[in-house]
């Protein structure tokens, strides 16, 4: 790899808002290592079109082996990790006394475990250079009680207060925090979640190239927090913070309720 070019590190790389960041530090000059537990190739070869040095790592990062895994590769670059986006997410709907336990225990596995691991073998050494940028995906979810995203919802919650007291923490090392919180976005995840059915499922969604180039943007300006997409993401967002818990659970039901994407709510 060109040790000219400063380093990325994207997990959740292969699609979605992880591929969209992955092509926002391509084409601002970052060199790239991508991991995903698949596709990881595929985005390698579209990323190196824009003269960018791309290791692709495919790895499961909901396993201890798979954290493993992708920091040894990173070691293995023998260079200073610039930026990192601990982005790699996974949802499962549905009611959480009906749902296969092994499903939202893998949301815990990959949505807090792989980023809580991967920090903390990652950041010490950003930290001991005295510079790097790290962004942590959390979600609009992670401020509302989540009916039918009973997991995932408080998954994304402990994402933004981990994020945010570790920006607290770093604040005096030249290292930053940022949280992203993007609303719901054109990507697979709802397909992945077996949400197709519900209102949210089915309803308008932001662009990821969108919420990525806020995300980066946030991100370069060393901003602690960026809530980022459309207008209606943004108020999404504003609501979970001001509007009582009840408020929000229930508005969050309605629109995450198996079926409630059949009865135009």
Same mark, same amino acid.
């Given at each position: 790899?060109?040790?000219?070019?400063?380093?990325? %590190? @994207?997990?959740?790389?292969?699609?979605?808002?992880? *591929? /969209? =960041?992955?092509?926002?530090?391509? +084409?601002? !000059?970052?060199? &790239?290592?991508?991991?995903?537990?698949?596709?990881?190739?595929?985005?390698?070869?579209?990323?190196?079109?824009?003269?960018?040095?791309?290791?692709?790592?495919?790895?499961?990062?909901?396993?201890?082996?798979?954290?493993?895994?992708?920091?040894?590769? %990173? @070691?293995?670059?023998?260079?200073?990790?610039?930026? *990192? /986006? =601990?982005?790699?997410?996974?949802? +499962?709907? !549905?009611?959480? &006394?009906?749902?296969?336990?092994?499903?939202?225990?893998?949301?815990?596995?990959?949505?807090?475990?792989?980023?809580?691991?991967?920090?903390?073998?990652?950041?010490?050494?950003?930290?001991?250079?005295?510079?790097?940028?790290?962004?942590?995906?959390?979600? @609009?979810?992670?401020?509302?009680?989540?009916?039918?995203? /009973?997991?995932?919802?408080?998954?994304?919650?402990?994402?933004?207060?981990?994020?945010?007291?570790?920006?607290?923490?770093?604040?005096?090392?030249?290292?930053?925090?940022?949280?992203?919180?993007?609303?719901?976005?054109?990507?697979?995840?709802?397909?992945?979640?077996?949400?197709?059915?519900?209102?949210?499922?089915?309803?308008?969604?932001?662009?990821?190239?969108?919420?990525?180039?806020? /995300?980066?943007?946030?991100?370069?300006?060393?901003?602690?927090?960026?809530?980022?997409?459309?207008?209606?993401?943004?108020?999404?967002?504003?609501?979970?913070?001001?509007?009582?818990?009840?408020?929000?659970?229930?508005?969050?039901?309605?629109?995450?309720?198996?079926?409630?994407?059949?009865?135009?709510?």
């Amino acid at each position: 790899m060109n040790a000219t070019n400063p380093l990325a %590190v @994207v997990t959740g790389a292969s699609s979605g808002i992880g *591929l /969209a =960041l992955a092509r926002q530090f391509a +084409r601002n !000059g970052y060199d &790239l290592v991508l991991a995903a537990e698949d596709a990881a190739p595929a985005s390698a070869a579209e990323l190196g079109g824009h003269g960018t040095e791309v290791t692709a790592v495919r790895t499961d990062l909901a396993t201890a082996d798979g954290v493993a895994t992708l920091h040894r590769r %990173v @070691v293995e670059t023998r260079r200073p990790v610039a930026a *990192l /986006a =601990l982005n790699a997410g996974v949802g +499962r709907g !549905g009611a959480f &006394l009906e749902t296969d336990l092994a499903d939202q225990q893998r949301v815990i596995d990959l949505n807090i475990s792989s980023t809580v691991r991967l920090a903390r073998l990652l950041v010490p050494s950003m930290v001991a250079d005295g510079q790097g940028r790290v962004l942590v995906t959390s979600s @609009v979810a992670a401020t509302t009680p989540g009916p039918y995203q /009973a997991v995932y919802n408080a998954s994304k919650a402990f994402l933004l207060s981990f994020a945010q007291a570790l920006a607290h923490e770093v604040r005096d090392t030249g290292v930053t925090v940022t949280t992203l919180l993007p609303g719901p976005t054109d990507t697979a995840f709802f397909a992945r979640a077996d949400m197709l059915d519900t209102a949210i499922g089915t309803g308008p969604k932001d662009d990821p190239d969108q919420v990525a180039a806020q /995300a980066f943007e946030a991100l370069m300006a060393g901003r602690d927090k960026v809530v980022a997409g459309s207008v209606r993401s943004r108020l999404q967002g504003l609501a979970g913070r001001v509007l009582p818990d009840g408020f929000t659970a229930e508005a969050h039901r309605r629109v995450a309720e198996p079926g409630s994407g059949d009865q135009g709510s």
